[in-house]
């Protein structure tokens, strides 16, 4: 067996990350598995010069709104893609699925719930569909990783203001839930199981009002597992030193390969 890492990064706007070359680091770096949410581009607008690897498999899934959201997968590993277009009913580009293995490996960028009621209960329909989904999966014999931005701090821990967040979408009670449900059904919070119960770890800061500087945060970003990859996770980590966007990457290493 040996290790394969797997990075997770919402980079709002893969060309914006390109001309600030962010994405540098991959070349340095033993990274197995990429994925990117909110790249904002369709496939041929994706810049080559983004990082030097030449990976041999990639995925990218655009949304049918040009400029908005998007999710690439960048891999080594020889697998099948598969369409989730039951789950991303609107066809936003939100899910890259990729099965390799016996692992079905999901990339994610859940839907934001602020602009609207009408997107919160978009937000949590998604959520309900993408479950049942990972679920028939498991049901399958398969085992699942899933990583992106969730759009949503689960616990109080994971934002630096909870009780001012109370009632804004992203630590919304019912949404908070979801999450819940999601880890009762037997999958695992990564970050969490190798960190406890540290403080002060967030993936996503505002623009607004040196949040990032202050670490006024939240951990919106994930990697969840199912239960049955529980003793192959060797290492979760949130890469917070790394810039480029208002989110960071965070790290899954896996002894699985």
Known sequence: MANVTFISWNVNGIRAVEKKEALKWIDESEVDFLG????????????????????????????????????????????????????????????????????????????????????????????????????????????????????????????????????????????????????????IDTFRHIHGEVEDRYSWWSYRAAARKNNVGWRIDYFYVSDDLKDRIVDADILDDVMGSDHCPVKLVLDIA
């Open 36 to 187: 990117l949410q909110e790249i904002k581009a369709e496939a041929d607008q994706i810049p080559e010069t983004i990082f030097g690897r030449d990976y041999k498999f990639q995925s990218i899934n655009s949304s049918c709104n040009k400029g908005q959201s998007g999710v690439a997968l960048y891999t080594d590993f020889k697998g099948e893609a598969f369409s989730c277009d039951h789950v991303d009913i609107l066809d936003e580009g939100r899910i890259n699925e990729y099965h390799f293995g016996n692992i079905a490996y999901f990339n994610v960028y859940f839907p934001n719930g602020q602009r609207s009621e009408e997107r919160l209960a978009y937000k949590l329909a998604f959520y309900d569909r993408f479950l049942e989904h990972i679920l028939e999966l498991r049901k399958q014999g398969k085992s699942i990783v899933v990583c992106g931005d969730v759009n949503t701090a689960h616990h109080p821990i994971d934002l630096a203001r909870p009780k001012a967040n109370e009632k804004t979408s992203g630590f919304l009670p019912i949404e908070r839930e979801w999450q819940d449900k999601l880890l009762a059904s037997g999958f």
